[in-house]
């Protein structure tokens, strides 16, 4: 998700689908300049505007029960028709690489693993679901900022946050070990925390918010062909702890 708006332009762009494809990724383009850009980018590559970027926005992939919950009162935009099947399920459980294949050859994860995608100061770094299963809560350090990943295997729902709050890094792990996913703890200040909001909810630091990183889900293959130079989590070192 992308806000619509920058700087070498006087007013928002509006965006279609090309019908492109780049290294098996979407290409849009803008309407008002007729240039085309990368969708998992969120940059122009060829036309008027290439080399602009638009600012990535958070988002979230979640379930629509998920969502409710969270957004009682949120707005729905329908296209086509309630309940309609998926037409990608069967794409899913093949080992193909896109419609274009691989690029680049990157044996650290199947083809089609799935995995959360985040760059931050222009270092990127992807976190297998296969791992974060096991794993879901992950204080981490990317881009030499220190971020904490959360996942909801339940819901297939990942987030990414900054865990600096106030100048202070603080270290998370799931209130109860074992437990539902629904409420985080800092060992620093014994806080309690929203998994889904980043809100403080109780302690000396109620109140404050995680500042979220917008992220992307996406299959190993088309995240490692446009971040060749990814560390995955779990698979390579990790960078010294902060």
């Known amino acids: 998700m992308y806000a619509r708006e920058v ?18 990724v979407l290409v849009m383009y803008d309407r008002q300049t007729e240039s085309l850009w990368s969708q998992i980018l969120g940059q122009a590559v060829e036309g008027e ?6 600012k990535p926005l958070v988002s979230l992939q979640t379930t629509w029960g998920q969502w409710k919950e969270l957004h009682p009162d949120t707005l729905v935009l329908r296209k086509g028709r309630a309940g309609s099947y998926d037409p990608y399920t069967d794409y899913y459980i093949r ?6 294949g691989e690029t680049r050859r990157d044996d650290r994860q199947p083809t089609k693993a799935v995995g959360i995608g985040v760059v931050v100061n222009e270092e990127p770094a992807f976190f297998p679901v296969s791992k974060l299963r096991d794993e879901p809560v992950v204080n ?9 990943v959360t996942f909801h295997a339940e819901v297939a729902t990942g987030l990414v946050f900054r865990r600096s709050v106030e100048g202070r890094v603080l270290t998370f792990a799931l209130e109860e070990a074992g437990g539902e996913f629904t409420t985080l703890v800092d060992a620093e200040t014994g806080t309690r925390w929203s998994a889904f909001s980043g809100v403080g909810l109780e302690g000396p630091l109620a109140g404050k918010v995680l500042e979220r990183i917008p992220a992307t889900t996406s299959f190993w293959f088309g995240w ?3 971040h060749p130079d990814t560390r995955v989590y779990g698979v390579d070192e990790a960078p010294p702890s902060s």
């Open 7 to 24: 700087d070498s332009y006087p007013e928002p762009l509006t965006f279609g689908v090309s019908g492109k494809l780049i290294m098996n």
């Open 49 to 54: 505007l290439a080399g602009t970027r638009l």
């Open 140 to 148: 981490d350090v990317v881009g030499g900022e220190p971020i904490l």
């Open 224 to 226: 490692k062909d446009w």
């Open 95 to 100: 080992n193909s690489a896109g419609v274009l």
